[in-house]
């Protein structure tokens, strides 16, 4: 079955869908996933986006572009607007977008009547692994900022609402190392056979990306999360900017997966330091080669810088009902 079917049949109405539906089978984000850890440790939960049952609509002709990078000029990658930033090392760029975070004014808290609305494009390499990609939409979305219901019922456990982490975030410390603690505690590892824990390093960043993604999160408590990712062990920047699933130029906060020939990416906006997306990318050449039973799989090869799953939030916006626009 393929991943358009897949996509069309989920429930309308799941509360809190699995984000890992969105790469199954053939397309596996990490070999992870052979040594029975769950993809919904890699790929985390997907907080404000809901499928729907008319599921994504395949757009490649439409956004004209592919999984490839796209070099700066100059590669050293100085980012358009932040002057002489060179993204030569990741605690560079993320205080110096902590600096930028941090003079700006803070919008009001959202009511807990109002709903989070956000658009996504999604990316994936085709079947044979070429750059030209299979790109699609996911359908305008709607969460309430209170989602407390979902948060109950939901079947992810990373999962939760916007006010959650928003007020999470504000009360994060200033002191990296606490502050990593405490977002480690608010997206726990695992601990069971299926799900085995993560080293530190590893849960902090796949949990750090879970808070930088979160919308809406007030300047001055995502500025102490740069600074805090910035002294996450392994952590790198690429030296210059590459794009996202829908094709626009952005800053890479890097970082290899324990045991695994791939690297997790949070994508940030170079104009204003915003999350722009996330991408797994192949760190090193490597074959994959799995068995079902008596049934084996064709060998697949990959090769460092290919794109093996991107996503880009195009639009993200406090409104007033589901339904309405910014």
Do not use: C
Request: aromatic share 6%; net charge neutral; proline share 7%.
């Amino acid at each position: 079955m393929d991943e358009m079917t897949q996509l069309r049949e989920l429930r309308a109405d799941a509360p809190v869908p699995d984000r890992s539906a969105l790469a199954p089978g053939r397309l596996r984000l990490t070999e992870t996933v052979a040594s029975g850890r769950r993809v919904r440790r890699l790929k985390a939960d997907w907080r404000i986006a809901s499928i729907g049952a008319a599921a994504a609509i395949t757009v490649a002709a439409v956004l004209g572009t592919q999984l490839v990078d796209a070099a700066a000029p100059d590669r050293s990658g100085p980012a358009a607007t932040t002057g002489t930033l060179r993204l030569s090392s990741p605690a560079e760029v993320l205080n110096r977008a902590a600096d930028v975070l941090e003079k700006q004014q803070a919008a009001p808290e959202p009511r807990d009547d109002q709903w989070i609305y956000t658009k996504t494009v999604m990316a994936q390499p085709s079947q044979n692994g070429s750059a030209a990609g299979r790109f699609t939409y996911v359908p305008d979305n709607w969460v309430p900022y209170d989602n407390s219901a979902a948060a109950k019922n939901g079947k992810d456990d990373d999962y939760r609402t916007s006010r959650q982490v928003y007020r999470a975030a504000n009360e994060l410390p200033d002191d990296p190392a606490r502050l990593l603690a405490k977002v480690r505690s608010f997206y726990p590892t695992g601990n069971t056979a299926e799900s085995p824990p993560e080293a530190e390093a590893q849960h902090s960043f796949r949990a750090m990306g879970l808070m930088v993604e979160a919308y809406p999160i007030a300047p001055a408590a995502l500025a102490r999360i740069y600074r805090a990712l910035a002294t996450v062990p392994g952590v790198h920047v690429t030296d210059h900017l590459v794009k996202d699933a829908a094709g626009r130029e952005v800053i890479a906060i890097t970082r290899k997966e324990d045991g695994s020939h791939e690297q997790r990416e949070i994508l940030l906006d170079p104009h204003d330091f915003s999350y722009a997306g996330m991408r797994f990318v192949v760190s090193e050449d490597y074959v994959y080669t799995s068995s079902a039973g008596k049934v084996k799989f064709p060998s697949e090869k990959f090769k460092a810088g290919q794109i093996k799953m991107s996503e880009a939030r195009v639009e993200a916006a406090v409104v007033d009902a589901k339904g309405e626009k910014p």
